[in-house]
T-cell receptor, first 118, second 110 residues
Framework: GAVVSQHPSRVICKSGTSVKIECRSLDFQATTMFWYRQFPKKSLMLMATSNEGSKATYEQGVEKDKFLINHASLTLSTLTVTSAHPEDSSFYIC??????????????FGNGTRLTVT | DQQVKQNSPSLSVQEGRISILNCDYTNSMFDYFLWYKKYPAEGPTFLISISSIKDKNEDGRFTVFLNKSAKHLSLHIVPSQPGDSAVYFCAASDTDKLIFGTGTRLQVFP
């Protein structure tokens, strides 16, 4: 089946530094990738929609200058948390939709990245 | 504003019995619903889905029921197995976005 690889799985960084998280679709082309953030005991919150070759679409309340998303190819999207703060500590998950299937197609999820900012 | 709600944060069921996970939504524009299963430190995996034109979809031990008038869907797992122990998220979509519920932790005990 389709696989989405997310790296790293865990990262600890100091306040003020930047962290890059990669999301790769391993055996399919993903024209659209999504980035989610999960808070403890809360839902998966959509942060942004990443479209290959164009600018990401951010959800309301998500700072685009803080969470930089780049979708440079059909198999890779990156999320960079800039000038990280302890409040940015969270579990970030990417997902991808295979090809140009309809929006009702299930998403394939990566295994997530646990970010801890000290 | 939580458009998709799972009011039971946890559920405990004995092995072999039926597990029923519930989900309510507020947006009548949602026309497709999915259930995902999630283990700790892993991303969600797709389980089963249903279109708003149907009221039931079955796949093996998993059945999803949709009641549009009540804006309610449920996931039935029967018989429940210990390996089903995980967090279950319902999700709804009307465009390109998936809106997730808060999840229900299911524990199946022997």
């Amino acid at each position: 089946g389709a696989v989405v690889s997310q790296h790293p799985s865990r990262v600890i960084c100091k306040s003020g530094t930047s962290v890059k998280i990669e999301c790769r679709s391993l055996d399919f082309q993903a024209t659209t990738m999504f980035w989610y953030r999960q808070f403890p005991k809360k839902s998966l919150m959509l942060m942004a929609t990443s479209n290959e070759g164009s600018k990401a679409t951010y959800e309301q309340g998500v700072e685009k200058d803080k969470f930089l998303i780049n979708h440079a190819s059909l198999t890779l999207s990156t999320l960079t948390v800039t000038s990280a703060h302890p409040e940015d500590s969270s579990f970030y998950i990417c997902s991808a939709r295979e090809g140009i299937e309809s929006y009702n197609s299930p998403l394939h999820f990566g295994n997530g990245t646990r970010l801890t900012v000290t | 504003d939580q458009q998709v709600k799972q009011n039971s944060p946890s559920l405990s069921v004995q092995e072999g019995r039926i597990s029923i996970l519930n989900c309510d939504y507020t947006n009548s524009m949602f026309d497709y619903f999915l259930w995902y299963k999630k283990y700790p430190a892993e991303g969600p995996t797709f389980l089963i889905s249903i279109s708003s034109i149907k009221d039931k979809n079955e796949d093996g031990r998993f059945t999803v029921f949709l009641n549009k008038s009540a804006k309610h869907l449920s996931l039935h797992i029967v018989p429940s197995q210990p390996g089903d122990s995980a967090v279950y998220f319902c999700a709804a979509s009307d465009t390109d976005k998936l809106i997730f519920g808060t999840g229900t932790r299911l524990q199946v005990f022997p």
